[in-house]
C-alpha cells in the first residue's frame, strides 16, 4: 500500500492538512496552566466547592480562579451549581465533555513518570 494510505499512517505521523488540525481550538478551549489543574481536580477527585478548589490550587488568585471557571463553563467543560442557601453554596463538576479527557490526563501523567525515569 502507498505510505499516503490513511489505513497504513501512524498515530505518531502528523496530520499533513492544517485544516484538520484541531489543536488551536483545544488550545483555546483547555490552554494554560490553572485550566488543565482544574479539569484534573474536577475530573479524579469530582465535585468540588470553590473554596476549596482554591485551597487545593497553589498559588491561584481568587479571580483568576473565577474566570477559568467561567470559561470552562463557557465552552461545556464544567458545570456550576448554585444551591440557595446563606450563604450560597457553589459547586463546580466536569462535564461528559471534560470526563472525556481522562485518558489524556492519564498519559499525560505516564509520560511525565517515564521522563522521571
Excluded at 489543536?23 to 478551549?29: C, R
Excluded at 482554591?54 to 470552562?72: E, F, P, S, Y
Excluded at 442557601?85 to 462535564?95: F, G, H, K, L
Amino acid at each position: 500500500m502507498p505510505r499516503d494510505d490513511p489505513e497504513t499512517k501512524s498515530d505518531m505521523e502528523p496530520i499533513d492538512n492544517d485544516d484538520l488540525c484541531p489543536m488551536p481550538d483545544i488550545a483555546k478551549l483547555i490552554g494554560g496552566k490553572w485550566k488543565l489543574i482544574i479539569l484534573q481536580i474536577l475530573i479524579f477527585r469530582g465535585t468540588k466547592r470553590f473554596s476549596e478548589l482554591k485551597r487545593m490550587i497553589d498559588g491561584v488568585t481568587q479571580t483568576m480562579l473565577t474566570n477559568q471557571l467561567r470559561a470552562l463553563e463557557a465552552d461545556g467543560l464544567v458545570s456550576r451549581k448554585v444551591y440557595p442557601e446563606v450563604p450560597p453554596r457553589v459547586e463546580y463538576t466536569a462535564t461528559d465533555r471534560a470526563m472525556a479527557l481522562t485518558s489524556m490526563f492519564r498519559e499525560m501523567h505516564n509520560w511525565w513518570v517515564a521522563g522521571q525515569r
